[in-house]
């Protein structure tokens, strides 16, 4: 792909974070303070293959993992602890960053179903590019790519490491998990945080382009329907870089299969969901997961919907999440516990 675009890039594009479409499936990307938040052990992989249809694909991965530290039924609230590594490769010139992140969390319990939680987050990335697949314009003789005429680019390095920080709120409602006969459950979170207040350097040219603070605002609810087996799930998040904005929102549908055994464990809990999200001026998202016990597999997919569509045909990408969690969230219980 000739990189005539990607070589401006380097330049003058204002720098931006990736972002996963099951946002609510990559938490700790959102908020620190979700370290924690309303289980004891939590595991998650993220995967997105993105723009295949467009260039080389942009390829992210993530791995995340959070617990919390006190045991049994704190009293007044309870220290969490999370890490978080993500490699992320773009187009052509395999133009990434490779981040981890510790992140540490408490939680105050408000009442016997609420609990309002701070979290930071510290870490190092590192932003890497290749050089050599790329073809700029001045090695066009007008009529065909000629590899051994110079580029005429300046000097640039090709890698960098910087620090990162973060810090977080998050406000965690929950009431009356139900059963599949009562399913009277309602959850609701809601959360702020705030990304890069150092603002890093973030150009290979060394000049003086740094990476935007990201401030984000953020909410999921579970909303069961009175005896029946279906819950409503919408949830938004907005964040703003610099001078780019993302809004996106939407709605799951969530049909229980099958109640947890109380008594023996065989009978496992099992859920299906569906859903679709909008990405403001961007996508419409159809997603999908499957719950089984502690176990959760979602796939979502992007239709692209903006300007790009000329070139992508509304070819997104593909993304996958697994998560495991402890306690198992099928398990019945008559209130909330922290």
Do not use: C
Not at 218 to 236: C, D, Q, R
Not at 239 to 258: C, H, N, S
């Amino acid at each position: 792909m000739i990189a005539v675009i990607f070589s401006s890039g380097i330049a003058v594009m204002k720098a931006q974070d990736i972002h996963f479409s099951q946002f609510t499936l990559a938490p700790l990307f959102q908020n620190p303070a979700f370290a924690g938040a309303g289980h004891d052990q939590q595991v998650i992989l993220n995967y997105k293959d993105q723009w295949r249809s467009v260039a080389n694909p942009f390829k992210t991965f993530d791995a995340t993992f959070d617990m919390k530290f006190s045991k049994g039924k704190p009293k007044s609230g309870y220290w969490a602890g999370g890490l978080i590594f993500f490699t992320d490769r773009a187009g052509d010139a395999k133009m990434g960053t490779t981040q981890g992140n510790l992140m540490a969390a408490y939680h105050v319990i408000l009442d016997a179903k609420s609990t309002l939680g701070m979290g930071i987050s510290g870490g190092v990335a590192q932003r890497s590019v290749k050089y050599d697949d790329l073809r700029w314009a001045n090695q066009f003789d007008g009529m065909n790519y000629q590899s051994t005429l110079p580029s005429f680019e300046p000097e640039a390095a090709n890698s960098l490491v910087y620090p990162d920080l973060g810090a977080g709120l998050l406000y965690n409602y929950k009431k009356s998990e139900g059963y599949i006969t009562g399913n009277d459950n309602f959850k609701l979170t809601l959360g702020a945080s705030l990304a890069h207040p150092l603002q890093p350097k973030y150009s290979f040219y060394g000049s003086d382009e740094k990476l935007y603070m990201k401030m984000i605002v953020h909410g999921y609810s579970l909303i069961g329907l009175k005896n029946t087996p279906l819950s409503l799930e919408p949830a938004f998040m907005y964040y703003r870089q610099g001078p780019a904005q993302e809004i996106y929102f939407g709605t799951m549908v969530k049909y229980m299969l099958k109640e947890e055994s109380k008594y023996t464990g065989y009978v496992k809990g099992s859920a299906i969901s569906f859903g679709l999200y909008y990405r403001n001026a961007d996508a419409l998202v159809p997603a999908f997961m499957i719950e089984m016990g502690q176990y959760s597999f979602g796939m979502s997919y992007d239709v692209n919907v903006s300007k790009l569509k000329t070139a992508s045909f509304g070819r997104g990408g593909f993304e996958f999440a697994f998560r495991f969690v402890n306690p198992n969230p099928f398990i019945f219980k008559s209130s909330s516990s922290f």
